[in-house]
T-cell receptor, first 112, second 109 residues
Framework: NAGVTQTPKFRVLKTGQSMTLLCAQD?????MYWYRQDPGMGLRLIHY???????AKGEVPDGYNVSRLKKQNFLLGLESAAPSQTSVYFC???????????FGPGTRLTVL | RKEVEQDPGPFNVPEGATVAFNCTYS??????FFWYRQDCRKEPKLLMS???SGNEDGRFTAQLNRASQYISLLIRDSKLSDSATYLC??????????FGAGTRLFVKA
């Protein structure tokens, strides 16, 4: 089993460009999350999903959109990238909201 | 005040040493507690859950003090492979899982 995978692993964008990050899981988990991790700060929740077709805002949702069209996939979109969105993005899944979260390997995004 | 606070370190210890990390949380209604480990440029991975009565997993011991709102992690007989960042994680119900910024540990030969 691959667990949780993320594509791409690295990306460099120019300000104003758009992109989509893909998270895929084969763990059959209902819950999926997108976090960003910045130096000196803990992981911060961007958006999350409690099941196929549902999404909700987390702590820092501005500038991001998400979709969960299939249970195994959770997409994170940046419509108009800004330098403040330079970060490492992690996707995670869990079988319950208070259960262990399993993380993907991360995407390192730089916005110039 | 941050909801979950950790000493960022780094802690530099020799192999075989015992090292302890503390973490404080601000929400008294918090319900679930975890320690995650994150290696350099890698994803976080669960190290252990923290139970009210305290729990042990090999060389690792976790304690929870609800009255003082802190969690601790004790590592005995440190190995080089224990070098990593340790994240304190607190769930306050629902989606509200808060990750601490982490404590860096370097174990030296």
């Amino acid at each position: 089993n691959a667990g949780v995978t993320q594509t791409p692993k690295f990306r460099v964008l120019k300000t104003g460009q758009s992109m989509t990050l893909l998270c895929a899981q084969d763990m059959n988990h209902e819950y999926m999350y997108w976090y960003r991790q910045d130096p000196g700060m803990g992981l911060r929740l961007i958006h999350y999903s409690v099941g196929e077709g549902t999404t909700a805002k987390g702590e820092v949702p501005d500038g991001y959109n998400v979709s969960r069209l299939k249970k195994q996939n959770f997409l994170l979109g940046l419509e108009s990238a800004a330098p403040s969105q330079t970060s490492v993005y992690f996707c995670a899944t869990s079988s319950g909201l208070m259960n262990t979260q399993y993380f993907g390997p991360g995407t390192r995004l730089t916005v110039l | 005040r941050k909801e979950v606070e950790q000493d960022p370190g780094p802690f530099n210890v020799p192999e075989g040493a015992t090292v302890a990390f503390n973490c404080t949380y601000s929400n008294s209604a918090s319900q679930s507690f975890f320690w995650y480990r994150q290696d350099c440029r890698k994803e976080p991975k669960l190290l252990m859950s923290v139970y009210s009565s305290g729990n042990e997993d090999g060389r690792f011991t976790a304690q929870l003090n609800r009255a003082s709102q802190y969690i601790s992690l004790l590592i005995r007989d440190s190995k080089l492979s224990d070098s990593a960042t340790y994240l304190c994680v607190v769930n306050s119900g629902g989606f509200k899982t808060i990750f601490g910024a982490g404590t860096r540990l370097f174990v030296k030969a």
